[in-house]
């Protein structure tokens, strides 16, 4: 979780944002939500799915990264874990103006 924290902070002001979305289906949700949130000290908002947003994006895998731009387009899609350069290759990609 720390490299979306550091995404988060270094392009917020450029309006980029992250989301994390919740997935859990026992318990509380909204507390197993909030106390992961509070435990990593979370900077950004998490959703939580009660399976609309699963089946939307046909989440498998986790993590499942989905990098929308700034007209709702779908940019780019990761299944499990992003080497660093990776995720801020396709951000970069994903904030520029279309070609």
Same mark, same amino acid.
């Given at each position: ?10 392009l917020a002001e450029? &309006? =980029?944002?992250?989301? &994390? ?5 026992? &318990?509380?949700?909204r ?12 900077? =950004?908002?998490?959703?939580l799915?009660?399976g609309a947003?699963?089946?939307?994006f046909? /989440?498998?895998?986790y993590?499942h /990264?989905v /990098?929308?731009d700034?007209h709702g387009?779908i940019r780019?899609v990761?299944?499990?874990?992003a080497?660093?350069?990776? /995720? ?7 904030t520029s103006?279309?070609?």
């Amino acid at each position: 979780m720390s490299k979306y924290v550091a995404v988060h902070h270094e392009l917020a002001e450029r &309006g =980029f944002a992250v989301v &994390g979305v919740n997935c859990d289906r026992e &318990g509380d949700q909204r507390a197993i939500a909030a106390r992961y949130r509070d435990d990593k000290q979370l900077p =950004f908002r998490i959703v939580l799915d009660r399976g609309a947003i699963s089946r939307a994006f046909r /989440l498998s895998v986790y993590p499942h /990264l989905v /990098l929308v731009d700034a007209h709702g387009r779908i940019r780019w899609v990761h299944q499990g874990r992003a080497m660093d350069s990776t /995720l801020r290759a396709a951000i970069t990609a994903a904030t520029s103006p279309d070609p």
